[in-house]
């Protein structure tokens, strides 16, 4: 599979350079039925864009195919994971490709469905909770498209590409589904949640897969169609929250897969802030060079689960530098990558971000939390790599990792350093020029030297401060002892509205709940404060527009 997958790439990187060379657009469109005005069609779209997140996201599956082979070559059922991992990159595929809605639902759904068997993979508790929060958050998303279905008749189409000027309604519709499966605030929690799958699906995941599919709807659309200011705005303020709640999330967390985890969560939100600034070539471009680089980090920190009999904890993993030299390579490259350090494939598009932010107008809240956001993340990859690095070695890596693995890791490696300025040069679509003071330009570079120094500074502390996520997590999951008599009546709801009680048995349940509920305030109150946030939020966002 990971030969085909790297013939494919092959074959998508010549299209590719034709698409490129010649300008061309293609859209295939067949009719399945048509019912008075409305033609229900699948259509498929051609393009240099299409062409080009399709050889990325072949490059990384032949290489999480390739690394998945020695990873997961002791599990009983290897063959059904892998024919369940090509599913999910084919409907990944499916969704590039669609031009109509019924094409990309094909796509759209077969993620979800695919990326719920993988989570749960392990059938352990802890995967069973994070499958079904990652699936039932991704329903929220399914149910907003399916409310577009009546907007789409209305308009008598199937297809969004291209799309008529005046449907912002609908724009508006599928861009909220967009950011459900973007795991952009308030719908962030399963994306740290989903780690609990194989460490090959998490590289795939929170690369170039499922959390890009909502992102590149959003491109999608904002390619044929101008979103409106009303959009835009809250583009700009959810992307905006989403790159801060996953930087401050990961500052105080131990978990390798899940600091990994949040840096997804940061870096998506930035890219959905810059689509609130209108600049989709930009969010391309660093979709592009994110999906590299963190599916190197994740198979760097695979290879050190690997190694270390599946300890996750850096407090006790400590420095394995001495152990496996060539690994600790590969994941400071990718490290300095997500910082966005000088001449690596980041900095080209991050940069570039950061100066497009200064040079355009908007309010000064947003402004400030990537800011903010950018320190956090070189300073929990500092404190990560120092950990990982520079640390005292506290336990011994007595497996090797095989020569399969670092081929993988090689190949990612060396498009992670170069990509960025070969697709700069490529294309000049991904080319912004701007316009700024040189102070301006110095407080960028000085973001990531901030972040370092607070980085090395910071000490590995016992504290779980935002490791709830602003109170997203679901709080009944990891509720104490004093809900379990609320949560185990109220099954009796499901019976028809506590029909099944006599009037003596009714007050006698709804007083001992009474009890529970004035015994296990602090659970409420951490439930009436997540409320209080997203209020406060909503506040604030309604001030500023």
């Known amino acids: 599979m990971s030969f085909l997958l790297f013939s494919f790439m092959l074959m998508m990187m010549m299209m590719m350079l034709m698409f490129i060379y010649n300008n061309m657009t293609y859209i295939l469109e067949v009719n399945v039925l048509s019912i008075n005005t409305c033609e229900f069609s699948f259509s498929m779209v051609f393009d240099k864009v299409s062409f080009m997140f399709v050889t990325i996201v072949m490059m990384i599956s032949s290489s999480v195919f390739l690394f998945s082979c020695d990873y997961m070559k002791e599990d009983v059922f290897f063959y059904r994971f892998m024919w369940i991992l090509l599913s999910f990159v084919m409907s990944m595929c499916f969704l590039v490709f669609s031009g109509s809605l019924l094409f990309m639902l094909v796509g759209w759904d077969g993620l979800g469905i695919t990326s719920f068997a ?179 980090l994740f198979l760097a920190a695979g290879s050190v689960l690997l190694m270390s009999f599946g300890v996750q904890d850096m407090r006790l993993l400590g420095s394995i530098s001495n152990s496996a030299p060539f690994c600790i390579i590969i994941f400071n490259i990718s490290g300095f990558c997500l910082m966005g350090a000088p001449f690596l494939s980041a900095f080209y598009s991050k940069h570039m971000i950061l100066e497009k932010m200064m040079f355009s107008s908007m309010n000064v809240l947003s ?42 890791m090689v190949m990612l490696s060396f498009f992670a350093i170069f990509s960025g300025k070969f697709m700069w040069s490529l294309e000049n679509w991904f080319l912004e020029y701007v316009f700024i003071p040189n102070y301006l330009s110095w407080i960028i570079n000085f973001f990531m030297f901030i972040g370092i120094f607070m980085g090395m500074t910071m000490s590995m502390n016992n504290s779980f401060m935002w490791s709830t996520m602003f109170f997203l997590a679901p709080f009944y999951i990891h509720s104490g002892k004093q809900l379990n008599p609320f949560l185990k009546n109220l099954k009796f709801l499901d019976y028809g509205w506590l029909e099944s009680f006599s009037k003596v048995d009714m007050y006698s349940k709804i007083s001992s709940n009474f009890s529970v509920l004035l015994f296990s305030w602090p659970v409420f109150l951490n439930s009436f404060f997540r409320v209080f946030v997203v209020l406060l939020i909503i506040f604030v966002y309604v001030m500023n527009y």
């Not at 969004?160 to 724009?171: D, E, V």
Request: aromatic share 12%; proline share 3%; with cysteine.
């Open 118 to 296: 993988l989570i749960i993979y392990y059938q352990s508790k802890d995967s069973l909770v994070a499958g079904f929060h990652t699936m039932l958050i991704n329903r929220i998303g399914d149910v907003f498209i399916v409310i577009s279905f009546f907007l789409f008749v209305f308009l008598g189409q199937f297809h969004y590409y291209p799309m008529c000027s005046t449907a912002m309604t609908l724009i508006m519709i599928l861009s909220i589904a967009s950011l459900t499966k973007s795991a952009q605030y308030p719908f962030s929690s399963w994306l740290p949640a989903a780690m609990a799958a194989p460490t090959p699906v998490s590289a795939l995941v929170h690369s170039s897969t499922l959390v890009t599919a909502g992102i590149f709807l959003i491109i999608r659309l904002s390619m044929v169609v101008t979103m409106s200011e009303e959009l835009s705005n809250m583009l700009l303020f959810l992307g905006a929250i989403t790159c801060l709640l996953g930087g401050t999330a990961a500052i105080y967390e131990f978990d390798l897969k899940k600091i990994i985890a949040l840096s997804t969560l940061s870096q998506l939100g930035l890219m959905v802030f810059t689509l609130g600034m209108g600049l989709t070539n930009i969010t391309l471009f660093h979709l592009f060079m994110h999906a590299l680089f963190k599916a190197l």
């Open 367 to 408: 402004l400030l939390m990537i800011s903010f956001a950018t320190i956090m993340t070189a300073m929990y990859t500092t404190r990560m790599m120092k950990s990982l690095v520079w640390g005292k070695p506290n336990i011994s890596l007595i497996l090797k990792t095989p020569s399969s693995i670092y081929v993988s």
